[in-house]
């Protein structure tokens, strides 16, 4: 669908808006804006304080639980690809989600910190939230804050081209209790349940949440088997066949607050997760992945020790298990010339366990002022692997990577030294100071600098500076400097995989970025943020040749890429029913060693949201988004990626003094073909198709 007619359902929407009953005069009609879209005003990790949107020292986005209801999402994707400068691509594996920001992408996605209440989401494995993701839920979001750009000065590692913190709801947020169904296509149904209260001085905020979906099933037309069929003379290959996106989730939360004492446990279930398109780019309608998250973080905050001192202190534990099923179907029956009448099958299982310690101390008693000192310690533990698989791997001569049944084509468990990855723990010490100076009247100027000491490669060290003025009661600008970086994962570390092998001496990606923003209330009605970005990314780890005459290849720090662009986003308010938001990202990213587009994000990316209400308690709602401009990388000579425009039409209404709440979707109306791009050693030519249009309806009861 072009850009244009998803525009000209949204004025359409915007003209049947005009044709209508405005509301009723309220006393206030920022308070009843705040009401619909949420407090957006504040964000908090831009600092590790809650301060000012507009005076914090970042380019960031607040999303509110409103908003998420506004827009009809029902999955943490759907909610961050309205951030402008992020685009959510997809891997072939289990369609596993990637964050692309700002024109900075790659396999597994390790460059984006995603927090959860302020804790790493991280695994140790690939280092991203991991390979088995099976969506997340928005019910219990309170709100998301995103800050684009370096993190590493507060957050450390990962915290190189985004931090996503979401944020769950507490007992205010929820006040009551909620009970609520949802069905979809593609015969999803998921019900939960959340309470929200006090038991004398504790508050208490609980969600359970259960559900099920068979997932899309979009047609490949060829993948990685029918590139090996061509060589073999074979006829193994499933596609043309459907991707298996399907999954099993349970979902589960509990919060305790005492004063300042807070003690979070979340539970995170996803079984029965499709293979995608293929782990090894071969349709598998066979495997099931699974992986279990648990989380239990204890916190005191803004305690006061003395005149000007106040402690915030935390105490974390993840676990984080991967573990499959059934293993999933790497080559399909046939598969290698015959060699395989079962298909090549494999299972990689990891189990790890993460205990973060953490203290701040904030210091306010020195006029204009606002100190930060803080020191942690990691104790990150990939403490157990286990490998079910029917093959070996040939691991020298020309034939190298090249998989070999085991007698009889028996599944065995390889033995842990000779399986894709052995245990291995990282310990991580750290500490950091920022101050925040206010040394003229509307100027303040925070600076920070992050020292990470890790056990296996050593230190880095990251400062940032970002100078804020207001210029007038209704001019922000901001000038942003600061540096990054992403450590390696355990399997680009110590992974054993004659094609890709681990490197135990590889050092961090590094980025540094300059960003100069303003924001405009170009009067009472409408607000404008512009910025302007450029950065560039160093010792960028990537798998490369090993040297004549060794196969294979391993895990190096190899190139650089340097990217610029600009984003704009709006917010306008013509009534006190009716709002358009929207953004626009413009960026180029360039692959240094060859001078070529660094390749699969977008160039160019519109998101326009218009929201009315047209009634008292009801709200209808559409979203277009249109992406453009994704090139190939250096090396793959198909055509550039298709561009697609959507457009997702929601209505959400209260039935007053009833308690209930009943959601409408319709996603992708005009069935747009909608692909993410494959990457050529995945063997898809065509792509990664996503789910075409599909229907939702959901209603929740509160008392």
Not at 570 to 597: E, F, H, M, V
Request: net charge neutral.
């Amino acid at each position: 669908m072009r850009p244009f007619f998803g525009l000209v359902i949204l004025s359409g929407l915007c003209w049947a808006a005009g044709a209508s009953t405005a509301f009723a005069q309220a006393p206030s009609e920022e308070e009843e804006l705040a009401q619909i879209y949420g407090d957006k005003t504040t964000i908090s990790i831009a600092t590790g304080a809650s301060q000012s949107l507009r005076r914090a020292p970042a380019v960031a986005t607040v999303i509110t639980a409103q908003d998420i209801a506004n827009m009809g999402a029902a999955d943490l994707d759907e909610v961050l690809e309205t951030v402008p400068g992020l685009h959510v691509s997809r891997s072939h594996g289990a369609y596993t989600p990637q964050y692309f920001i700002r024109g900075v992408a790659s396999d597994f996605n390790p460059q984006v910190l995603m927090l959860q209440n302020g804790v790493p989401m991280t695994t140790l494995y690939v280092g991203s939230r991991g390979v088995v993701w099976g969506g997340l839920p928005v019910q219990n979001i309170a709100r998301i804050e995103v800050i684009r750009g370096p993190g590493s000065a507060l957050y450390g590692a990962d915290a190189y081209a985004a931090v996503i913190n979401i944020v769950t709801k507490g007992a205010q947020d929820i006040a009551g209790t909620e009970v609520g169904v949802r069905a979809a296509s593609f015969n999803t149904h998921e019900a939960w349940l959340q309470h929200g209260g006090k038991v004398g001085p504790l508050t208490v905020a609980a969600f359970l949440r259960a559900g099920r979906s068979d997932g899309f099933r979009e047609i490949i037309a060829s993948d990685a088997q029918t590139g090996l069929d061509a060589v073999f003379g074979t006829r193994a290959s499933l596609a043309p066949g459907p991707v298996n996106t399907g999954h099993r989730a349970v979902d589960g939360g509990l919060t305790l607050g005492w004063g300042p004492w807070r003690l979070h446990a979340g539970y995170k279930d996803r079984r029965d997760v499709g293979a995608g398109a293929g782990i090894a780019g071969a349709l598998d309608p066979v495997g099931r992945l699974g992986s279990r998250r648990t989380v239990l973080d204890a916190s005191v905050n803004d305690v006061n020790l003395a005149p000007g001192w106040r402690l915030n202190a935390n105490v974390s534990h993840l676990g984080y298990v991967q573990e499959l099923s059934v293993p999933v179907q790497l080559f399909p029956p046939g598969a290698f010339g015959g060699a395989f009448p079962n298909g090549a099958i494999g299972s990689p299982n990891t189990w790890e366990r993460q205990l973060r310690l953490s203290a701040a101390l904030t210091y306010s008693g020195w006029a204009g002022h606002q100190w930060r000192i803080g020191i942690g310690h990691d104790d990150l533990d990939l403490y157990r692997t286990r490998e079910l698989r029917n093959f070996n791997v040939i691991t020298s001569g020309p034939l190298t990577g090249v998989p070999v049944p085991t007698p009889g084509g028996q599944l065995i468990e390889a033995p842990v030294a000779d399986s894709f990855l052995a245990p291995h723990r990282r310990r991580v010490d750290y500490a950091y100071v920022q101050d925040a100076w206010s040394f003229a009247r509307d100027w303040t100027l925070t600076a920070g600098v992050r020292h990470d000491r890790y056990a296996d490669f050593g230190s880095t060290t990251n400062p940032r500076v970002a100078l804020v003025w207001d210029a007038s009661l209704d001019l922000t600008a901001k000038l942003l400097y600061g540096s990054a970086f992403r450590a390696p994962s355990f399997n680009e570390q110590y992974g054993v995989n004659p094609v890709a092998s681990g490197n135990a001496g590889i050092q961090p990606e590094t980025i540094r970025t300059v960003e100069a923003a303003l924001q405009w209330h170009a009067g009472k009605a409408l607000q404008l943020n512009f910025n302007v970005f450029r950065y560039a990314m160093d010792d960028i780890i990537k798998t490369t040749p090993n040297p004549a005459p060794a196969p294979g290849a391993t895990f190096r720090n190899a190139g650089s890429q340097h990217g610029s662009g600009a984003e704009v986003e709006w917010i306008w308010d013509p009534r006190r029913d009716l709002r358009l938001t929207g953004s626009y990202a413009y960026q180029r990213s360039t692959d240094q060693t060859n001078r070529s587009d660094a390749g699969y994000a977008p160039r160019r990316q519109l998101n326009a949201r218009l929201d009315w209400s047209f009634t008292n308690g009801a709200m209808l709602s559409g979203k277009l988004n249109h992406v453009a401009g994704r090139q190939r990388a250096f090396g793959d000579n198909r055509p550039a990626v298709a561009d697609y425009t959507t457009l997702d039409l929601s209505l959400r209404t209260t039935l007053a003094a009833t308690g209930w709440e009943l959601a409408f979707a319709l996603l992708n109306a005009f069935d747009a073909d909608v692909r993410e791009p494959s990457v050529p050693s995945a063997g898809i030519a065509n792509d990664l198709p996503m789910a075409g249009r599909s229907l939702s309806a959901q209603a929740s009861y509160r008392f």
